[in-house]
Structures are given as C-alpha cells and as structure tokens.
C-alpha cells in the first residue's frame, strides 16, 4: 500500500503537500508584492476604476478565477468515462 502511495507522488509531484505548501507561499508573497509595488508607484487612472489602489491585482485575480471557470466548463462536456480506452467487447485487437 506504501509503495502505491509512492508511485502516486512520483505521477503527479504537485498534489504532494510540501509542494501545495511552497506553491501556496509563493502566490501570496506575490500577491503581496504586487500590491506593495502599487502602494509605492503612484499612477492616474484613467478610467476611473483603474486608479483604485489594488485594481490590478483584483483584475488578475478576476481574470483568473474566470479562466479556471470557463476550463472547468468545458471540461464537463469534453470529458470522457474512465472506462473509455479500456477493451470493449467485439474490439478489433
């Protein structure tokens, strides 16, 4: 059971928690110099909304929670059954 366990941490290295951790401090040491980075340059919208402090960084946020939405809908229909390429009976070999 410990060797299949294993083997599962060496197909998809990016589930194991050390890695979830790492990646998870890294995107919030962005986010969080990103926003230090707007506090310091000082700029003018100009379009109102745009010179909003932080505007960038909800608008990468936004724009990113949109993309991760629309993959997920489209994987629903684009999917297919885990079953799919297993041998069906009748299947030429």
Known sequence: MARMAENDNRRRPLLRPIVVRTLAAVALVAMAVSLIVDAAYGHVGHFG???????????GLASGLVIIGVAKGLG??????????????????
């Open 49 to 59: 909304l745009d010179g909003m402090f932080g505007f960038y960084a909800l608008l």
């Open 76 to 93: 629903v229909p684009l999917s297919r059954p885990d079953a799919y390429y297993d041998d069906k009976p009748g299947a030429p070999e």
